[in-house]
């Protein structure tokens, strides 16, 4: 190792803690479920995590991934047009396609290489992509690679993207790229009106509705059937490690068409491995215990609606939403990873955010609600936020 480089190094992470911005990982003994064993802080209450429906520790979906592995194997131990694919595979990219309602799925092992398998592939020279500029940053990473024109709109607003959709030639091929769910917002893209103006510009409309996925619509099929949109959005992408079992995999969902040229030239689906079979099962057995359990994303949802109001009852501020994401502003890096360390304290794991995950200045905690969680979870977190949030004069004092 190069000393010299190794100690710039050191002095950076160094001035990281010293700035109070340095990210530490945080060790679990047990599944994830409403409260989990951590070696640094005991039992504590999970608020972190995108377990949206408590499918991570669910039996069944557990003995299906341990049947996966015993069936399969670990894997093939090459990438699928070389040494073929499970059946699984097959049997679980055409339950995607009839969850979503589109003609076909193909899975990554993860959203993120789904979408830079996915940009670059579709978006080659000669056409323009229009990004939201709070896309998730495997969005961000996959129209990078991408030799299209690239152009970014202002956050949700309709007038900028049209705008720049005007500027450029109405037979170009325009792809208008946006989260379903915005992570670190929590608010929902406005599909309605892109759905709209890609249909008067020659757009394909690409949405990575990762965290809509189980959580948005009314069966929990996302974003694009929240908004009654279902078969007029060209392309969805999405994962299958929130929602939908919480272990890893992505997919993306589209024509007939779109798919097979993913499987004759997406880099990231050429040179990776499959999606293990254990995953494949265990994410399957999850599509099918949300289709078959509808309870469980009445319950996730009460549970949103409960502790966002309690959160305001109590004197805070979230970002408003109807999401599953509840983020509160507190400006300052340092102070909101501050306030996640003493919430950890009372026993609350909710993480702290900044930049560069977020602007400068909006550093936030962000609350995510999960079905796992009962109502005594929800009350001795609020109590928590309410002691630390009057400490650190967050909220005012009732004394």
Same mark, same amino acid.
């Given at each position: 190792?190069? *000393?010299? @480089?190794?100690?710039?190094l ?5 001035? $990281? ?6 990210? /530490? ?27 949206? #429906? ?5 039996p ?11 069936? @399969?194997?670990?894997g093939?131990a ?27 799925? $193909? ?5 993120? /290489? ?34 299209? &024109? ?6 949700? +607003? ?12 109405? +037979? ?6 946006? +989260? ?42 996302? /974003?694009?059937?929240? @908004? ?7 392309v ?28 004759q030239?997406?880099?990231?689906? #050429?040179?990776?491995n ?17 289709? &078959? ?10 549970? *949103? ?13 979230? #970002? ?11 400006? +300052? ?17 909710? *993480?702290?955010?900044? @930049? ?5 200045? /909006? ?37």
């Amino acid at each position: 190792m190069n *000393t010299a @480089y190794d100690r710039r190094l050191g002095g950076e992470l160094e001035a $990281l803690r010293a700035a109070g911005t340095f990210k /530490t990982l945080r060790h679990l003994t047990t599944p994830m479920a409403a409260a989990v064993h951590m070696e640094e802080a005991g039992d504590v209450i999970v608020l972190s995590s995108n377990n949206y #429906l408590g499918l991570a520790d669910n039996p069944r979906v557990i003995e299906a991934g341990i049947r996966g592995l015993r069936t @399969y194997g670990a894997g093939t131990a090459s990438v699928r047009f070389i040494c073929g694919t499970f059946d699984i595979h097959r049997a679980l990219e055409e339950k995607i396609a009839s969850f979503l309602g589109m003609p076909a799925a $193909l899975t990554y092992v993860s959203c993120w /290489t789904a979408n830079e398998g996915l940009i670059p592939t579709l978006a080659v020279a000669g056409t323009a992509i229009l990004s939201d500029e709070l896309n998730h940053a495997s969005i961000i990473d996959g129209c990078r690679l991408a030799q299209a &024109q690239r152009l970014r709109y202002k956050h949700s +607003d309709m007038a900028d993207l049209e705008a720049k959709l005007a500027s450029l030639a109405p +037979d170009m091929t325009k792809f208008i790229i946006t +989260d379903g769910v915005f992570s670190m917002e929590g608010d929902l893209a406005k599909l309605p009106e892109i759905v709209a103006l890609a249909e008067r510009h020659n757009g394909v409309v690409i949405v990575d509705d990762s965290h809509g996925t189980g959580v948005m619509g009314a069966t929990g099929r996302g /974003t694009v059937e929240h @908004y009654g949109l279902t078969g007029r959005v060209d392309v969805i992408t999405g994962t299958l490690g929130k929602a939908l079992g919480g272990a890893a995999g992505g997919f993306v969902a589209a024509s007939a068409n779109v798919i097979q040229t993913l499987v004759q030239k997406s880099r990231t689906q #050429l040179f990776s491995n499959a999606l293990p079979p254990t995953v494949a099962c265990s994410a399957l057995a999850a599509i099918e215990e949300l289709e &078959q359990h509808p309870e469980l994303l009445a319950k996730q949802r009460a549970n *949103t609606a409960y502790f966002r109001r309690r959160l305001v009852e109590i004197g805070y501020k979230p #970002l408003e939403g109807e999401s599953a994401i509840i983020p509160i502003i507190v400006g +300052d890096t340092a102070f909101a990873i501050r306030m996640s360390e003493l919430l950890l304290a009372e026993g609350v794991f909710v *993480t702290g955010f900044g @930049y560069p995950v977020v602007p400068e200045g /909006t550093a936030r905690i962000r609350v995510q609600m999960s079905a796992a969680l009962e109502r005594p979870h929800l009350d001795k977190a609020l109590a928590a936020f309410e002691k630390v949030g009057t400490a650190l004069g967050i909220i005012p004092s009732k004394v």
